[in-house]
């Protein structure tokens, strides 16, 4: 709404996303609406993971269109190693919101021992993980 304010109300917003060759959109989710993403131009290997715990994978090529449930963790990663990828990607609310499953879990201060407990790993892996999340000076 913030650049497009006629959609206030209308409980539908859109968004341009450019991936360079091999990056990803990591995991994360929309609480608030199911996404629509229609690849106009390279190729994306998209996924979702359902309720389940089941990941549902697809390769996509430009025309294609792939929908991601509202509130299920989701990603998209350019896998063309010389090439970028362009999507228009429609959601069904004006505040989708976005929840970036990394960084929630790395940079918001929970514990490095919970989360090796949590992981099953140790708090070395840890620190090295959320090393990659800290501020750059």
Same mark, same amino acid.
Do not use: W
């Given at each position: ?10 409980s539908v917003s859109y968004a341009v996303l450019q991936y360079p060759a091999g990056s990803v959109n990591p995991p994360h989710t929309h609480p608030r609406a199911t996404e629509l993403l229609f690849l ?30 509202? &509130? ?36 918001? &201060? ?28």
């Amino acid at each position: 709404m913030a650049e497009f304010p006629a959609l206030n109300g209308q409980s539908v917003s859109y968004a341009v996303l450019q991936y360079p060759a091999g990056s990803v959109n990591p995991p994360h989710t929309h609480p608030r609406a199911t996404e629509l993403l229609f690849l106009t131009y390279g190729v994306l290997e998209v996924g979702f993971v359902d309720t389940t715990n089941k990941l549902f994978t697809q390769r996509l090529q430009a025309g294609d269109i792939f929908a991601f449930p509202k &509130g299920l963790v989701h990603y998209q990663f350019n896998c063309a190693e010389n090439d970028f990828a362009v999507a228009v990607s429609a959601f069904g609310s004006a505040a989708a919101g976005t929840v970036s499953v990394p960084s929630t879990v790395l940079a918001t &201060g929970i514990g490095d021992e919970i989360l090796a407990k949590s992981f099953k790993t140790d708090v070395y892996t840890i620190q090295k993980l959320k090393a990659g999340f800290a501020p750059k000076a």
